[in-house]
């Protein structure tokens, strides 16, 4: 096959080398976004009376026919034509003739490639936000279909102080939220329009990039020529993005599992988002959170595969950035496959608000309230703290809980403790003293939960 590029050379290109070189197998899916660039290009040149008029018009009309044929499975990419630019444009040449070869005109393929990818990642990021708020009102929904579950909170996984469960909930709504924020940065960054940079230095046709820029909607144009095809600022910060969400998503997974295991029995997942053992009749596994903490060590990956291919690069193309594409697209697919099943995971989730109960009626998680009494009272917090240590150790060798303690025993350890201690230190009455802005007591998670729905709706 002839290639768009072979004036200079005297012998065909190495088959192998051909497919080593070649992205076309993955590129093709920005087919899209490159007609659609290559027709603002072309409806540009015409303007600046660089091409003519009834030229632009069959480039236009031929990369329309091309768009449609490609949507119907009618175009046949090939692999000698390298990638997604060279298949379509030498396709077009076939079907209109000269005026094809006029297309490239004052473009390079690495501004064109440029313009591609952000095209591609700033829909992409629309669609990712959509997703994400799917989520994050998935989760919201369920920390408001359970408002008075108790559960045990805790810090180095030992139990630490009573918490509702929806504010355990929606502390990842909130962290959802900031991903949320880091995506539109990433969209941002990708609103910059590169076309006009040509191969890296600008080009000598008095084109309009501000032209280019407002057909396809972008807010603004890179500064600099070399940046605008040497820049993959965007991808690097759309992967950052993406591995930090799937952290969090991980670090939820994490806690489903445990939480679906018969240790904890805190909740139940639906039917439809479990999978049974091909061995063990018995078996319900969690595999939607668990691949979903799988899957964040692929994109981790990606990322650092970007990072790392980017940081030894001169200025300004190099042909190791064409491995920017398949991490890029994994990930978009892996992201928005992760938010879609976990809404509905999340949203099938129930709670076993006894069992939660009882696990946070265990093992002292109203240490810190006792000891809080005994300040209010007037001890010195750190006083207050040892005695309700040696209360614990007292209750740990006969077995019992604090609130087991009669109040003489009590008297024992500090002459402050009145009858209204077992009041003070029930669970119930933890979880709403801990009233402090952005706390865990009935009436600020309500007011959370306001506040979740109204940034929602802002976002
Ligand atoms: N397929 C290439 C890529 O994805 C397009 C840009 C190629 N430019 C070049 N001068 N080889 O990066």
Redesign the pocket.
Known sequence: MTKLWGGRFTKGTDVLVEEFTS?ISF?RRLYKEDIAGSIAHARMLAKCGIIAADEAEAIIAGLTDILADIEAGNFSFETAL??I?MNIEKRLTERIGPAGGKLHTAR???DQ?ALDTHLYLRKEAVAVGQLLCGLQEAIMETAARFPDAIMPGYTHLQRAQPILFAHHLLAYFFMLGRDFDRLRGVWERADIMPLGAGALAGTTFPIDRKQVADELKFGRLYENSIDAVADRDYMMEFLSFAAILMVHLSRLSEEVILWCSSEFKFVELDDAHCTGSSIMPQKKNPDVAELVRGKTGRVIGHLMALLTTMKGLPLA?N?D??ED?EGLFDTVDTVKFSLSVYAAMVRGMKVNAPRMLAAADEDFTNATDMADYLVKKGLPFRQAHEVSGKSVRYCLEKDKKLTDLSLAELKEFSPLFEEDILEAIKVETCVAARNSYGGTSPSQVKEALAGGREALKRQ
């Open positions: 992205s590129d390298e990638d630019h390079s393929r690495n490639v193309y042909k950035m064409q594409k």
